[in-house]
């Protein structure tokens, strides 16, 4: 086939960035406050059955999320191999976010196992494709590192916006319509945003004209390529904490710090939060001073520090300070991640001459969702070690037990995420780590 020639406008930054903040929107809420509504609000179902259901979708994702990845890469239209995807599992995806938290009446008392299985295995599988797609226009649509990082650092900020609204404010404006219309509203702005960041991404139609990529012959090069389980890990580790932490301090909160209104879950979870935003434009220039591998180790490394002193405060003034700094190692950390797995995608395709963001990116997705067996881990530990089943059944030391759930298990992860870092190094790093070294 002919190659085509077009010539391919440029990808707003701004606009493709936004598209960070739509698709974060939904599945924040729903990752942080779904053990909270079934958990602890409805007493629907126990931390043991929600532990089971977070690491049944575990397996799941392990093979849909090559399968997007595939499809995606072999997707030839006029509008590109990412844009229809995009386009049409939003609205789906949104769906089943609404009908998760707006479960039918009945279901409001007993044990609604299935329903509650269910409705997350679609909401989660839905998720995936669309973050496969988004990350794999990423690299395609940014081709070097300093322009990458400018747009990274746009995402992670919206992103980080998103989390603002879906996580920080949800429990207010939960308190005053309810998780199912908050869920209604989330959804509308989701559906809204993400399709203004779809039709607006250029994608290069030329690179349809090269060889669609095997499902076997790509599976074979990610998995045996040590630079993905190692970045993998890291990355899986730093999820895990950061949705454990998230999905914990309600529990914290309440059980630990005593107080019960949703006002204080929304300042620890907003300070944190707005922190990272401050501290972005911060990591950028510690970026461009250090490098991407030694800031990304530093962040590790910062936000692992930082989170332990939470396991002291008694009091919400003490823990607010603490959050800043976890800010700080948060921001670090969602600065540099997005440019690691950039680099092990541009090694793969000098090394094979394909074009395969799409397995990529979802294969990263299954070792960053591999978090669920962490997060199960934790749910799990906790309603056996603590006897925390549900808010009917809290046990005899909540406080405890929230404790571990929000810091002690986190700070495991994060330990461990900060150790694999070390073990992922590229060529060109090395080579100036050694000139550094024969300078001195």
């Given at each position: ?177 309810g ?45 045996t ?54 501290f ?5 220039k ?38 800043v ?35 990529y ?32 059944v ?30 992922l ?13 024969q300078?001195?």
């Amino acid at each position: 086939m002919a190659e085509r020639n077009i010539s391919r406008k440029k990808t707003n930054a701004f606009r493709y960035a936004f598209g960070m903040f739509g698709t974060s929107i939904p599945i924040n809420m729903f990752k942080t406050f779904a053990t909270v509504f079934y958990v602890d609000q409805l007493s629907a179902v126990t931390f043991s059955q929600f532990a089971a259901i977070t690491f049944a979708y575990t397996f799941l994702d392990a093979i849909d999320n090559p399968i997007y990845g595939f499809l995606s890469d072999r997707t030839r239209t006029k509008y590109g191999r990412r844009r229809p995807w995009l386009v049409i599992a939003t609205p789906l995806l949104v769906v089943c976010y609404i009908l998760f938290f707006n479960p039918p009446g009945p279901l409001a008392v007993g044990t609604p196992f299935a329903y509650v299985m269910l409705m997350y295995m679609l909401t989660g599988t839905l998720d995936s494709m669309i973050s496969t797609n988004y990350g794999a226009l990423f690299p395609e649509l940014f081709r070097d590192d300093r322009e990458r990082a400018k747009t990274n650092a746009i995402r992670q900020i919206f992103q980080l916006i998103a989390m603002v609204v879906s996580i920080a404010l949800t429990p207010v404006v939960a308190e005053k319509i309810g998780f199912g219309n908050t869920a209604i509203v989330y959804g509308i702005l989701a559906i809204a945003v993400i399709w203004f960041m779809a039709f607006g991404a250029r994608e290069d139609l030329s690179l349809m004209d090269q060889p669609k990529p095997g499902l076997l012959s790509s599976i074979k090069a990610v998995v045996t390529n040590p630079k993905f389980w190692k970045y993998g890990m890291t990355n899986a580790c730093f999820a895990a904490a950061l949705a454990l932490i998230q999905a914990g301090i309600p529990f914290y909160v309440k059980y630990y710090l005593g107080r019960e209104d949703g006002m204080s879950s929304t300042l620890l979870l907003g300070v944190a939060i707005l922190s990272a935003i401050v501290f972005i434009p911060v990591w950028i220039k510690i970026i461009h001073r250090l490098s991407v591998m030694r800031a990304w180790r530093l962040a590790f490394g910062v936000i692992t520090v930082f989170l332990l002193p939470l396991y002291v405060t008694t009091v919400l003034g003490a823990a607010l300070p603490v959050v800043v700094l976890l800010g700080f190692g948060m921001a670090g950390v969602q600065a540099t991640m997005d440019l690691v797995s950039a680099r092990i995608l541009d090694e793969d395709t000098r090394k094979f001459g394909l074009r395969r963001e799409g397995i990529y990116s979802s294969l990263l997705g299954v070792l960053n969702k591999a978090n669920g067996l962490f997060v199960s881990a934790g749910y799990l530990i906790v309603d056996k070690l603590y006897g925390f089943e549900s808010g009917d059944v809290p046990g005899d030391n909540p406080g405890d037990a929230s404790r571990f759930l929000t810091v002690l298990f986190p700070a495991l992860l994060l330990l461990v995420g900060f150790l694999f870092s070390f073990w992922l190094k590229f060529k060109e790093d090395e080579k100036t780590e050694k000139e550094e070294v024969q300078k001195k």
